[in-house]
Each structure stands twice: as C-alpha cells, then as structure tokens.
C-alpha cells in the first residue's frame, strides 16, 4: 500500500497545473489548447474565428469553423511530459454543427520509490479526454453550443473515470467588433475512483469579452474565469491580452494571466519575481484551407511551454 500511494502521490503532483492550489482531479483540463488562447493570456472564451481548437475552450465558438475542418495540436510541458490533442468539426445543415475532439496528457515514466527513497521501478501515468460536441446557431448574432466529455485517468496500475459537460454561449456583433461569451466547463463528477475516495473535477464558470476597433488592427480580450470561487483577490481571476492583425492572414499577440504570475512567483534573497510566469505570446497564420497557429507561456515552475496548432480544412 505504501508503494500505492507514493506512486499516486507523484502522479497527482504531476498533473496538478498549479501544485499549491490542486483540490480537484483532471486538471490538465485546465491547460489552454488553443495556440491563440495561450498567446493572449492563456484564457479566453470569445475568440470568435474560424479556428476549430476553440471546441476546447467553448462549444458555442465551433459555429464559425469550417466544414470538415481536422485540427491537431502539440504542446510541451515539463520534461518527459506532452500534451497533444486533435478535433474536427463538420457543419449540419445552415445553423448547426457538431465536432469530436480527444486530448491526451502522457506524463512518460515516473521512477517509484519506497518511503525510505529506494529506487522500485517506474510506472507510467496518463490523462485522456474524448468529447462530442454540438452547437446551434440560435439568433444571427447567439449561438449556444454543449461538449459531452469522457475523462479517463490511469497511474501504474490504478484508473479512474469521469463525465464532464461544457457549456457556452456566443453573442458576436461583427459590425462593431464585439464578442462576448460565457462558458460553464466540466459541469460533472468521476464515476469510478482510484480506491474508495471520489475527487471533484475542474469546474469552471467563465465569462469574456473581445473588441475590435473598427478601421484598426487592434482587438482586445479580456475573461474571468473560476467564478464561484471568492477566495482570492479579483485580479487572479483576470487574463487579458490584445491582438495586432496584420491584414486578413497574420496576428501578433501578447496577453498576460494575473493568476499564474502569483501562483509561480518564486521568493528567493533577491526578493519576490514570477521568473516571466503571466506573460504570453504568440502569432497566427490564417490562409482559406490552411492555418497554423504558435503561442507561448509558462503553465509550470520548471519551464515553459510551446503550443502548435495546425488546421486544415477538407
């Protein structure tokens, strides 16, 4: 049993995306797939493009994608660890679409250790989410959208099962550069434990807003997110970010996340610094069939991260 909970102790660690605040199972759920979501803040919910890895981020957006748009993703976490994900998205007559979209967390070899630190071997851990996604076009300007979700967790030898449910809605004004949304993620709870004990999820009330202004290249983006927890300051749920659209084909993004410069600030003799840790960035190609997407951030202490989006449409 000792060697149970050394094993699943690590584990756990692993997949916490902030060590010091873990209460809640799966919570690579809470790491950004997007590419252009990461670059400007590692947050957002109302990037309302033709972009399909924003079935990730909210249902409702998957209405402006492409028919038969195929998406996968790569992102690098700590060392032996990889998130890579895919999604295709595919319009069912004028008002609606749907999209499946899987994303896997492989944390690679982990060496097990007795509690007195002697080496036992290794054993492997890795999260995985399968989900099914349909979204309808309610007005011209709002659409709604739901993500059925299947969460499987496995460490060495233990496993665990979840149901999750996302839930999001869109009101784009293209006239004047609004967008705005709202967005419940990962509504739901585990229906089979490790052992006897059941965890939470990674709940998640979000509500965001993108502006454009007009006869400029600029647009701005701003979200709240984790809405039913007050126990912290205003400014750790913030995450903003601006976009420089070089024409119809190119952006260039910065943002910056007031939560993860606090959770990762280090205090050392030189003082209190978050090493970087808040700050993103990244840039976009955008062409008719194709489009590939690079964002930057630091969603861990030890390193940062890349994330790769690359789309094509059928």
Same mark, same amino acid.
Request: hydrophobic share 40%.
């Given at each position: 049993? #000792?060697? *149970?909970? %050394?094993?699943? =102790?690590? +584990?756990?660690? $692993? !997949?916490?995306?902030?060590?010091?605040?873990?209460?809640?199972?799966?919570?690579?759920?809470?790491?950004?797939?997007?590419?252009?979501?990461?670059?400007?803040?590692?947050?957002?919910?109302?990037?309302?493009?033709?972009?399909?890895?924003?079935?990730?981020?909210?249902?409702?957006?998957?209405?402006?994608?492409?028919?038969?748009?195929?998406?996968?993703?790569?992102?690098?976490?700590?060392?032996?660890?990889?998130?890579?994900?895919?999604?295709?998205?595919?319009?069912?007559?004028?008002?609606?679409?749907?999209?499946?979209?899987?994303?896997?967390?492989?944390?690679?070899?982990?060496?097990?250790?007795?509690?007195?630190?002697?080496?036992?071997?290794?054993?492997?851990? #890795?999260? *995985?989410? %399968?989900?099914? =996604?349909? +979204?309808?076009? $309610? !007005?011209?300007?709002?659409?709604?959208?739901?993500?059925?979700?299947?969460?499987?967790?496995?460490?060495?030898?233990?496993?665990?099962?979840?149901?999750?449910?996302?839930?999001?809605?869109?009101?784009?004004?293209?006239?004047?550069?609004?967008?705005?949304?709202?967005?419940?993620?990962?509504?739901?709870?585990?229906?089979?434990?490790?052992?006897?004990?059941?965890?939470?999820?990674?709940?998640?009330?979000?509500?965001?807003?993108?502006?454009?202004?007009?006869?400029?290249?600029?647009?701005?983006?701003?979200?709240?997110?984790?809405?039913?927890?007050?126990?912290?300051?205003?400014?750790?749920?913030?995450?903003?970010?601006?976009?420089?659209?070089?024409?119809?084909?190119?952006?260039?993004?910065?943002?910056?996340?007031?939560?993860?410069?606090?959770?990762?600030?280090?205090?050392?003799?030189?003082?209190?610094?978050?090493?970087?840790?808040?700050?993103?960035?990244?840039?976009?190609?955008?062409?008719?069939?194709?489009?590939?997407?690079?964002?930057?951030?630091?969603?861990?202490?030890?390193?940062?991260?890349?994330?790769?989006?690359?789309?094509?449409?059928?």
């Amino acid at each position: 049993m #000792r060697k *149970i909970i %050394i094993a699943l =102790t690590l +584990a756990c660690t $692993l !997949t916490t995306v902030s060590a010091q605040e873990s209460e809640t199972a799966y919570n690579f759920l809470r790491l950004p797939v997007s590419a252009h979501v990461a670059a400007v803040g590692g947050e957002n919910i109302s990037l309302a493009e033709d972009d399909a890895t924003m079935i990730f981020h909210n249902p409702a957006l998957i209405s402006g994608v492409s028919d038969n748009s195929i998406n996968l993703n790569y992102m690098t976490y700590m060392e032996g660890a990889k998130n890579v994900s895919a999604s295709f998205v595919k319009l069912a007559g004028e008002r609606a679409s749907w999209g499946v979209s899987a994303q896997l967390m492989d944390y690679g070899r982990i060496n097990q250790t007795t509690e007195f630190n002697e080496n036992i071997g290794k054993f492997s851990a #890795r999260d *995985i989410a %399968i989900g099914g =996604t349909f +979204a309808y076009e $309610l !007005t011209d300007r709002i659409c709604g959208g739901i993500t059925a979700k299947f969460i499987t967790s496995t460490i060495a030898n233990y496993n665990s099962l979840a149901i999750g449910v996302d839930l999001g809605i869109n009101y784009l004004d293209i006239n004047h550069g609004w967008s705005l949304s709202a967005v419940a993620r990962n509504l739901g709870g585990q229906i089979k434990a490790y052992e006897d004990e059941f965890e939470r999820i990674p709940f998640d009330l979000q509500v965001g807003v993108s502006k454009r202004l007009m006869n400029s290249p600029l647009r701005f983006h701003a979200t709240l997110s984790r809405l039913t927890d007050w126990d912290e300051t205003f400014g750790r749920h913030l995450a903003i970010g601006a976009d420089v659209l070089l024409g119809d084909n190119i952006y260039l993004a910065v943002g910056y996340n007031f939560r993860k410069a606090q959770q990762m600030s280090i205090t050392d003799n030189d003082g209190s610094s978050a090493h970087g840790a808040g700050l993103t960035l990244g840039a976009g190609l955008s062409l008719q069939r194709f489009k590939l997407h690079l964002g930057w951030g630091k969603y861990h202490v030890s390193t940062s991260s890349l994330l790769i989006n690359i789309s094509y449409t059928l």
